[in-house]
């Protein structure tokens, strides 16, 4: 069955440093989602991406996060400097655009110390 | 006010209960409904879609009123596995976003 992957699972890092997460979508699916959860909340929208263009990042910190797709496939979503409130879960999910489910791959845990 | 709106709970109920939970919208043009399950510490998984007509899978049913902006999910004869926390999703197709609400616990006892 094909699968969200994302890397790292788990990711330490102090609060000024910069910290990198990956997801790569199920093939075919244009549409990539990166989520952010705090423990005991529901997923809040970071930025949206159709294939590489991005379609809404209103709730992106842009002042500290980036994020990108440069080929349409895979994206890669940065944090500089890291604050201690980024503590949290980040989630990519997939969709095809048009059908409506979304695919969410295992996370990556950020504790920032 | 939050575009997706559920109790968290926790709902703390004893197996073979029936439990039912809530989700509002604010956003009218919203197109589509879902329920995630999400198990603690894992990923979000799609439980089932929402349609009009209301819809049933085994023991779960999820009903839609659009007039009210509501959307509801039934689960009868709970199971301990059941324990988990359901997550209530708007897609509003133009756009393909998907909103989530904040989630709502449920903890069923033995």
């Known amino acids: 069955e094909a699968e969200v992957a994302q890397s790292p699972r788990y990711k330490i890092t102090e609060k000024s440093q910069a910290v990198a997460f990956w997801c790569d979508p199920i093939?075919?699916?244009?549409?990539l989602y990166w989520y952010r959860q705090i423990l005991g909340q529901g997923p809040e929208l970071l930025v949206q991406?159709?294939?590489?263009?991005?379609?809404?990042d209103s709730q992106l910190p842009k002042d500290r996060f980036s994020a990108e797709r440069l080929k349409g496939v895979d994206s890669t979503l940065k944090i500089q400097p890291a604050e201690l409130g980024d503590s949290a879960m980040y989630l990519c999910?997939?969709?095809?655009?048009?059908?409506?489910?979304?695919?969410f791959g295992q996370g990556t845990r950020l504790t920032v110390v | 006010r939050k575009e997706v709106e559920q109790d968290p709970g926790p709902f703390n109920v004893p197996e073979g209960a029936t439990v039912a939970f809530n989700c509002t919208y604010s956003?009218?043009?919203?197109?589509?409904f879902f329920w995630y399950r999400q198990d603690c510490r894992k990923e979000p998984k799609l439980l089932m879609s929402?349609?009009?007509s209301g819809n049933e899978d085994g023991r779960f049913t999820a009903q839609l009123n659009r007039a009210s902006q509501y959307i509801s999910l039934l689960i009868r004869d709970s199971k301990l596995s059941d324990s988990a926390t359901y997550l209530c999703?708007?897609?509003?197709?133009?756009?393909?976003?998907?909103?989530f609400g904040g989630g709502t616990r449920l903890m069923v006892k033995p």
């Open positions: 999910a997939s969709s095809l655009w048009g059908a409506l489910e979304a695919f």
């Open positions: 093939s075919g699916h244009a549409t």
């Open positions: 991406f159709q294939d590489e263009s991005v379609v809404d």
């Open positions: 956003n009218s043009a919203s197109q589509s």
């Open positions: 929402v349609y009009s």
């Open positions: 999703v708007v897609n509003m197709i133009e756009g393909n976003m998907l909103t």
